[in-house]
């Protein structure tokens, strides 16, 4: 990636020009569809002679699948950059270089991005690289884990949220109107809220002040999602981005072990494992 580009605010932007495409491929029939209360007689197997309907349904939710793809490639992509260096100070500087982007995303609005950065830096081939982790500052990779804490059901991460959200609102520049949420966590959130209210209460009216709040959630959202991208696109690191090669879980694991070796014996029963493993396949 620090051959492509250096500079962490730009990386920043190029990840948010991905974030908002995907965003704008989603529609508000995409989360009902894959909300859909089912009828009780579709908890039977599926009918395998009629595959078209499931293949439909399916590419209803095609896009929330994709986007949910993209952040699990940006984790693995963050964690592959930090992994495939040989020497301890290369690695120490990708490391520092995305805590920057992961800042910058934050300062811009893009939650999404930030968090599949967090979390390609807190998978264990990463996170047990302690030589290197001593090598860098970490109090301000420390402040963006805060914020981004999943304790008290995400309290900082909601409170930004809700931050951002107002600075969209009164905004004069498209750049202030960003706001790119947390994507998993909003389809827990609707979820949850489609599965744990009932349709009706138990006067037998409908459950409005349910339908309000998921209303109330899929605006925002559809609000968020129209934002122009304001910042201009660098094709390179674009194209790097979204096409560069990543690691599966092993081979970031083969690498980390290299870089530093095991460190327990659970560590070296799966260094073990890996190379027999890796072996068997030449």
């Given amino acids: 990636m620090l051959s492509i580009c250096n500079d962490p605010f730009t990386v920043a932007q190029q990840l948010t020009h991905i974030e908002l495409e995907r965003l704008s491929y989603i529609g508000p029939e995409e989360f009902v569809q894959a909300f859909v209360q089912k009828d009780p007689l579709d908890n ?12 439909s349904d399916h590419k209803k939710a095609s896009n929330l699948e994709a986007y949910v ?8 992509l963050v964690a592959t950059e930090i992994c495939m260096p040989v020497k301890k100070k290369h690695r120490a500087r990708v490391m520092e270089f995305f805590i920057d982007v992961a800042r910058e ?3 811009i609005g893009n939650f999404n991005s930030l968090m599949a950065i967090i979390s390609g830096m807190n998978m264990s081939p ?22 981004m804490d999943p304790s008290s059901n995400f309290y900082n991460y909601r409170t930004a949220l809700r931050g951002a959200t107002q600075r969209s609102i009164t905004a004069n520049s498209s750049r202030e109107k960003i706001v790119i949420p947390f994507f998993s966590l909003l389809i827990k959130d609707l979820y ?6 009932a349709n009706r209460l138990k006067s037998g009216q409908i459950n409005f002040e349910k339908f309000w709040e998921l209303a109330k959630q899929v605006s925002e959202f559809m609000a968020w999602k129209k934002v122009e991208c304001p910042f201009e696109k660098d094709r390179k690191i674009l194209q790097y981005l979204l096409t560069a090669p990543v690691f599966n879980e092993d081979a970031l694991y083969v690498a980390s072990y290299e870089s530093e070796g095991p460190e327990n014996n659970m560590e070296k029963d799966r260094w073990k ?3 027999s493993t890796l072996l068997s396949r030449v």
Avoid at 69 to 76: C, G, I, K, M, V
Avoid at 126 to 147: M, N, Y
Avoid at 192 to 197: D, H, K, M
């Fill in 105 to 107: 995303c934050f300062n």
């Fill in 44 to 55: 039977e197997r599926p009918d395998q002679s009629a595959p078209d309907s499931c293949f």
């Fill in 69 to 76: 793809e993209w952040f699990n490639r940006l984790s693995y």
């Fill in 126 to 147: 990463v996170s047990r690289l302690k030589k290197t982790w001593s090598k860098i500052k970490t109090a301000k990779f420390d402040i963006l884990e805060h914020q």
């Fill in 192 to 197: 949850f809220l489609n599965e744990g209210c």
């Fill in 273 to 275: 494992s890996l190379r």
